[in-house]
């Protein structure tokens, strides 16, 4: 069974603030990682994708993954109300479903 | 342009009766998805056609099905609706199975 983890949160950081979200996987053989944004009401958004070991840095925010610990995470630099949403992240293993975590819900308050 | 695109955004119906959603996407990708997300905002897969084929079919009751008219849309149609149903239903669509994956709007289905 392949399943994602998430911290249940919720995270509650200050504005300008770093946010740090972690993702736990359970199998090794996984392929592809993303993280996607959800405001409430509406519908998730593709905000990063990571393929390879290392860290992936897009504006303010970085993923990393490191596949021997089967852990992806994202950080959001400079964290800003706008970015107050639910995360979810998200694992392929080869041509196989997506497999979502049940998302963390961040808060950033001015 | 709206690049997956969702009909209705809303449906509110009976138990027992049979609706549909249709999902139409216009970034020339060849995989769509039907998910549903339930009040805890759980996300989880139904099922994923690749060029009109099915590829995937979770465990969802054969009262849900899926039809794909070509690589352009993807609609779900639920005979005897139950109030297990009530949820939002989102369509999706990728470049490949294993690729990022772009939503439509979400149909919020409530079943009364």
């Known amino acids: 069974q392949k399943e994602v983890e998430q911290n249940s949160g919720p995270l509650s950081v200050p504005e300008g603030a770093i946010a740090s979200l972690n993702c736990t996987y359970s199998?090794?053989?996984?392929?592809?990682f993303f993280w996607y944004r959800q405001y409430s009401g509406k519908s998730p958004e593709l905000i990063m994708s990571?393929?390879?070991?290392g860290d992936k840095e897009d504006g303010r925010f970085t993923a990393q993954l490191n596949k021997a610990s089967q852990y992806v995470s994202l950080l959001i630099r400079d964290s800003q109300p706008s970015d107050s949403a639910t995360y979810l992240c998200a694992v392929t293993w080869g041509s196989e479903k997506l497999v979502f975590g049940k998302g963390m819900k961040l808060t950033v308050n001015p | 342009d709206t690049a997956v695109s969702q009909t209705p955004k809303y449906l509110v119906t009976q138990m027992g009766n049979d609706k549909s959603i249709k999902c139409e996407q216009n970034?020339?990708?060849?995989?769509m998805y039907w998910y549903k997300q339930d009040s805890k905002k759980f996300l989880k897969i139904m099922f994923s056609?690749?060029?009109?084929?099915?590829?995937i079919n979770e465990t969802v009751p054969n009262r849900f099905s899926p039809k794909s008219p070509d690589k352009a849309h993807l609609n779900l149609h639920i005979n005897s609706l139950e109030l297990g149903d009530s949820a939002v239903y989102f369509c999706a669509s990728s470049n490949n199975p294993s690729g990022e994956q772009f939503f439509g709007p979400g149909t919020r289905l409530t079943v009364l």
């Open positions: 199998d090794r053989g996984s392929q592809s």
């Open positions: 056609y690749n060029n009109k084929e099915l590829i």
């Open positions: 990571i393929y390879s070991n």
């Open positions: 970034l020339g990708h060849d995989t």
